[in-house]
């Protein structure tokens, strides 16, 4: 009976540790031709003493992702990764970030910009939340003359 309850408990150990496993990677051949069809666009904005970076990437399936940080000089620097797609001339994305170094805490806000005369202009529109997602509220436009940044094309980094 010990011998069988010794086996017994083996093989649920075994059973325990093997599903706690995770596969390993495969390694994706198309992920050097996926990269290289990507296309990386840099942008900054100036607004008084207050700057901003943008940088996008544009997949092969037309979804933008990116990065961008904006200096704030009197508050702390707003850094993080921005994901999302045009919708005609508009880009919209959801831009996660954190503010400032010592700021653990994480947000998520929905940002807007108008592709005009090859700058894009960040919109400011009336935001609401719905089951912890924020996102710009349906029938109220977003108002891009009343925009802070004004992104212009400059070198990557």
């Not at 069809?37 to 037309?62: E, N, P, Q, R």
């Not at 797609?85 to 998520?108: C, H, M, P």
Request: positive net charge; aromatic residues 10%; glycine residues 8%.
């Amino acid at each position: 009976m010990k011998k069988t309850l010794s086996y017994f408990s083996i093989l649920i150990t075994i059973i325990i540790y093997s599903c706690g496993q995770t596969p390993d990677k495969v390694i994706d051949p198309n992920a050097a031709t996926k990269a290289d069809s990507a296309k990386m666009v840099c942008y900054i904005a100036i607004d008084g003493i207050d700057t901003a970076h943008l940088s996008l990437i544009t997949a092969k399936d037309s979804k933008i992702t990116g990065d961008m940080l904006i200096n704030y000089a009197e508050k702390g620097d707003s850094n993080g990764q921005i994901a999302g797609e045009f919708r005609g001339d508009t880009l919209f994305v959801d831009y996660t970030f954190k503010i400032g170094t010592a700021n653990k805490t994480i947000y998520k806000n929905p940002l807007a910009f108008l592709n005009k005369d090859g700058k894009l202009t960040m919109g400011v529109g009336q935001i609401e939340t719905f089951l912890g997602r924020s996102r710009f509220v349906k029938g109220t436009p977003i108002n891009f003359e009343r925009g802070r940044f004004v992104f212009l094309p400059s070198e990557c980094k």
